[in-house]
């Protein structure tokens, strides 16, 4: 149980084009997405919060106008990165927290995207 | 400032060989301490959660354990198919996880 579906695993773009990653609960309805970034040899850093229904909360220095998400269902949660530029080639994901979790229960990872800006 | 601290970055270690890796953490109001596997290319896949000093969790090859300022996993008798890079995070608040930078674990056979 528990399985996170993120598409696509990897993407190329141009610059200043916008792509779009999608985020899925599988078998759970997930009442909170969390979107990461991860650049090469460093950890995760958390980028937004975002609860169905409602509009996503940013971390400090994450522009929120550039990366754009929405949560519109209890199974898909979509980060749109906006006029993409070579700084924000990285490797993307996502994880979800179940209606029935605890704040504190595991979360549960999708496999990530590549992110690959020209 | 809330942080979550792992050591060594990297280890190598011959099959069979038993070591432990090291998260210490400073974060207030700790809810729960983390340990995921992330193989190259791939999410984080969720090992054991810890929730108070002296809890201790095995799985196969795998023991963590919690103090009030670290957390260890220790690795018993290791495989080649061990090998990944192991996260900690700490649980802050309501529902913020705070990752290590991870330790990657080489076993060679």
């Known amino acids: 149980g528990a399985v996170v579906s993120q598409h696509p695993s990897r993407v190329i773009c141009k610059s200043g084009t916008s792509v779009k990653i999608e985020c899925r609960s599988l078998d759970f309805q997930a009442t909170t997405m969390f979107w990461y970034r991860q650049f090469p040899k460093q950890s995760l850093m958390l980028m937004a919060t975002s609860n169905e229904g409602s509009k996503a909360t940013y971390e400090q220095g994450v522009e929120k106008d550039k990366f754009l998400i929405n949560h519109a269902s209890l199974t898909l949660s979509t980060l749109t990165v906006t006029s993409a530029h070579p700084e924000d080639s990285s490797f993307y994901i996502c994880?979800?927290?179940?209606?029935?979790?605890?704040?504190?229960?595991?979360?549960?990872f999708g496999n990530g995207t590549r992110l690959t800006v020209t | 400032e809330d942080q979550v601290t792992q050591s060594p970055e990297a280890l190598r270690l011959q099959e069979g060989e038993s070591s432990s890796l090291n998260c210490s953490y400073t974060?207030?109001?700790?809810?729960?301490l983390f340990w995921y596997r992330q193989d190259p290319g791939k999410g984080p896949e969720f090992l054991f959660t810890l929730y108070s000093a002296g809890e201790e969790k095995e799985k196969e090859r795998l023991k963590a354990t919690l103090t009030k300022k670290e957390s260890f996993l220790h690795i018993t008798a290791p495989k080649p198919e061990d090998s990944a890079t192991y996260l900690c995070?700490?649980?802050?608040?309501?529902?913020?996880?705070?990752f290590g930078q991870g330790t990657r674990l080489t076993i060679n056979p």
């Open positions: 974060v207030s109001g700790l809810r729960g």
């Open positions: 994880s979800a927290r179940g209606r029935r979790s605890g704040n504190n229960s595991p979360l549960h």
């Open positions: 995070a700490a649980l802050q608040g309501a529902q913020k996880l705070v």
